[in-house]
């Protein structure tokens, strides 16, 4: 409410400014013609001024500014999937019943377009994950994502990430898994309710962690070729990949 007020304080301020300089002018020149021809040419020439500063220069600067941000977060993104993102794709995926559907949707070339990464992003955003949480090492999940907790913590404390939202759900996915796991004294011998709760967690996460992987590789090839050529090198959706996270 005190923001409207000064703005209108301002507004009347600037309008009797101008009302006193034109009656200046009048009081000086006695040509009230002159002023009415300059005020008409200035009023006629505001809605395009308008047009130029708040619409063509705005979008251009806030297209910067967003570009800007974008670069510093997908080089956040990237330090996400050295140190926990690229752990979790490979060594879940090996435990999925369909993991060779999944890794021929996923498995990104050299070659691949934009329309090819759009089919893949499609396919990962919908994933469906024929998962049997037993054969998971839980105790291992879990130890890891112990191990990044004061990470992922401190990734969701930066306030740029409220610009993408996409990551920020994959953020709280893989840290809610992370208080699931915490939770419970215990991973073995779980009851079914509890298996079936877990599984869901995971392909919570892991359809996320597809699925923004697959925009951060994406803007590698563009971006930044010689890592892209490294992910295309390491990635667990190939049949042979030369590293694998260990």
């Not at 490979?90 to 070659?111: C, K, M, P, Q, Y």
């Amino acid at each position: 409410m005190r923001g409207y007020r000064v703005f209108l304080l301002l507004a009347a301020i600037f309008l009797a400014a101008s009302a006193l300089l034109y009656f200046v002018h009048y009081l000086i020149f006695g040509d009230p013609h002159h002023i009415f021809i300059y005020l008409l040419g200035d009023f006629a020439f505001l809605p395009l001024e308008v047009f130029l500063v708040v619409i063509v220069i705005e979008r251009i600067l806030t297209r910067r500014e967003k570009q800007a941000m974008l670069y510093k977060l997908n080089m956040v993104i990237g330090a996400f999937y050295s140190e926990v993102g690229n752990r979790l794709l490979a060594d879940l995926i090996g435990h999925f019943d369909n993991r060779e559907e999944i890794s021929r949707n996923l498995n990104v070339t050299a070659d691949w377009t934009a329309k090819d990464f759009k089919q893949a992003d499609a396919f990962a955003y919908h994933l469906k994950i024929d998962i049997d949480v037993r054969k998971i090492d839980l105790e291992r999940l879990k130890e890891f994502l112990a191990q990044k907790r004061l990470y992922l913590l401190t990734l969701l404390e930066n306030p740029n990430l409220l610009e993408h939202d996409r990551f920020t759900d994959l953020l709280w996915a893989t840290t809610h898994l992370d208080e699931e796991l915490e939770a419970r004294p215990s991973l073995k011998d779980l009851p079914e309710s509890d298996l079936e709760h877990l599984a869901v967690d995971i392909q919570r996460m892991y359809d996320h962690l597809a699925s923004e992987w697959l925009d951060y590789v994406q803007h590698l090839k563009s971006t930044y070729p010689f890592l892209f050529s490294l992910v295309l090198r390491t990635h667990p959706f190939q049949e042979h990949p030369e590293a694998m996270f260990t």
